[in-house]
């Protein structure tokens, strides 16, 4: 009857949610150990200046290497490190990886540090990604002190990304933050521009340097003339302010000339390049220059 089949379907949905609960904490304890063991690895995504051609920095992204070798994206883990506080250290993990690899770039002839003959060098930038929950906590700030001294990477160099969701927390908190960061040299990113709430007033408040459009925008650029009337008046908007836009998810030549026709300063995406391990994003560099001579 129907209560027994109401009793079924809660027992079926326990069982389930039970299941779930199991899924998720056996998650935590392999992410803990792969923590520990250092199977985590950076990739990098290639960032191309629209008005040199040059290759202007690059965008750190983790993944997830499993012991039988698979690569796991950020999208099925950092979201339960976000909740669980586990992107603490996996944050901290990230920021000295990247210092590092950055500094050590600094020594290679044909790393991304060469001077080209455009004179792009100085820009040159490693950004990395931040959560809300990172920045939330007491010692971020020490902690980048620590690893910029620690490494020797310049901040010039260093490039915080974050969405706006950051902006909206603990404003008191965040705003000195913010500006403790941009005052070391450091570059601030707004990331997944245009996905959220922001509005320019608020963006104008904060010391943020670059504005990276989300790829759904760009998705929309070539066909949807509303949408190139709103990326042009971000552009405009930003360059206004002294920032610069940087567009990402490009994956066709249509959206590299759209973007350039209106005065976007960098294109990120699959269009140049998918995000590699850094033994490929070497090698594709330097295949990159010497086509380029
Ligand atoms: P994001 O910071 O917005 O990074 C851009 C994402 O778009 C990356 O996905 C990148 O691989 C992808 N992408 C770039 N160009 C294209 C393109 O042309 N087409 C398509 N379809 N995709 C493109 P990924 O690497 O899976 O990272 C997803 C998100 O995970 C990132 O979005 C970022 O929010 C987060 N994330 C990645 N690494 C870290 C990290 O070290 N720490 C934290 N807190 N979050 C991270
Ligand atoms: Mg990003
Ligand atoms: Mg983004
Ligand atoms: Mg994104």
Known sequence: DAKN????RYALFTGELKQAQEAVHTLELQM????K????????????????????????LIRWVDKDGTVRPPGEFIRLAEENGAIVPLG??????????????????????RPEPGGGRSEWSISINVSNRELAGRGYLDHVDAILEETGFPPKHLQLEMTESVT?????????????????????AMDDFGTGYST????????????KLDKSMIDDLVSAPHTRHIV????????????RVVAEGVETAEQVEVLRELGC?????????????????????????????
């Not at 803990?32 to 923590?35: G, R, S």
């Not at 199977?39 to 690059?58: A, H, I, M, N, S």
């Open 92 to 113: 901290r993990w990230v920021l000295e990886r990247a210092c590092r690899t950055g500094r050590a770039w600094m020594e290679l002839s044909d790393g991304i540090t």
């Open 265 to 293: 300063d960098a294109v990120q995406g699959y269009y140049y390049s998918r995000p590699l391990p850094e033994e490929e994003l070497l090698a594709w560099l330097k295949a990159r220059r010497e086509s380029r001579v």
């Open 32 to 35: 803990a150990e792969a923590l």
């Open 168 to 188: 909206f927390t603990e404003e008191e908190h965040q705003l000195h933050l913010f500006t403790e960061i941009a005052g070391r040299g450091i570059r601030l």
């Open 200 to 211: 320019f007033s608020v963006i104008q408040s904060l010391p943020f340097h670059i504005f």
């Open 5 to 8: 089949s109401g009793r079924g």
């Open 232 to 243: 042009k008046a971000m552009i405009v908007m930003a360059h206004s302010l002294n920032q």
């Open 37 to 60: 063991e250092e199977r985590f690895v950076l990739y990098y995504q290639p960032q191309v200046d629209l008005k040199t051609g040059e290759v202007c920095g690059v965008e750190a």
